[in-house]
């Protein structure tokens, strides 16, 4: 299972770094799997990926991505979306 904050890294690390070619050739490519294929891919880079340290993320990057996460999901609740 992913971690809270590992997914509040990766949102933060996303705004701070563009993707380089080799990585947006690996994200067309991976897009262009099945949905079978695709789970596998993601299940393999999770796995990965837990391998890999990640630096610790500061309280005010914690409480800033927790509060963009449950106002996301209040929208969802209320336009009757779900996660």
Known sequence: MITVPLLLFLEQ????????????????????????????AATEILRRSLQIEFPPLDDAVLIERAEELFLSLDQQEDSGETA
């Open 13 to 40: 690390s996303s705004e701070v770094a563009p993707v380089t070619a080799n990585v947006r050739q690996l994200l067309n490519s991976f897009d262009k799997l099945p949905e079978a294929e695709q789970r596998e």
